[in-house]
């Protein structure tokens, strides 16, 4: 199946609902989180929708976050605005402690940090057979390398604020867990 029609059909299983979405790397892990609103222009299944056409108006997020990587996408509906801004908040310190995130700014905890995450809808995005070629080292490797180069290239000669610094540091990590994969193959 073409890649795009598969995404096209998986984003159908995101709620056009307000709410927090994780988009996650080839292996699962997720690398950004986001909130949405309730309304249908800013619903998570058009954030998620947005971010993956790299059809963002911030072109800072859409060179911090390379949307080749994303193969999983989780979401978790909420109700009014300060449960999002917690749930997202919490889910990010959650998250960003296990492996960090892309994302460059980090909010600040609001509520206790979560113990586990909360039971999330859970999409897949990309076919098994793309994902199966896109996680090998000699394809990894330098695609990530390229998108550090091009925030990189950003930061020096456009914007050079603490945020993307901080993305920078993120990709910096991936880049080298890539090389070492690389390597050993």
């Known amino acids: 199946m073409n890649p795009q029609t598969y995404r096209k059909d998986a984003l159908r299983g995101l709620p056009d609902t307000a709410g927090v979405y994780a988009l996650c790397d080839l292996d699962n892990v997720p690398i950004y989180i986001g909130q949405a609103t309730a309304s ?6 058009k954030r998620v929708q947005r971010h993956l056409t ?7 997020a ?17 109700e009014g605005e300060y449960p999002r801004k917690e749930l997202e908040s919490q889910l990010v310190e959650f998250y960003d402690n296990q492996s960090p995130l ?5 909010p600040t905890l609001l509520g206790s940090p979560l113990q586990e995450a909360p039971k999330a809808i859970a999409i897949q995005v990309m ?6 070629v896109r ?3 000699a394809i990894r490797f330098p695609r990530q390398a390229e998108t550090f180069t091009q925030l990189l ?21 991936r880049m080298a867990k890539y090389l070492e994969a690389f390597l050993d193959t």
């Open 40 to 45: 249908k222009d800013t619903s998570i299944r």
């Open 54 to 60: 790299s059809a963002r108006s911030d072109v800072i």
């Open 62 to 78: 859409n060179r911090q976050l390379d949307v080749w990587e994303i193969a999983y996408v989780r979401g978790w509906e909420c």
């Open 102 to 106: 892309v994302n460059g700014t980090i």
């Open 127 to 132: 076919p098994d057979d793309l994902i199966s």
């Open 135 to 137: 996680l090998n080292p």
């Open 153 to 173: 290239d950003y930061v020096l000669n456009v914007y050079d604020k603490p945020h993307l610094r901080r993305a920078l540091c993120v990709h910096h990590a």
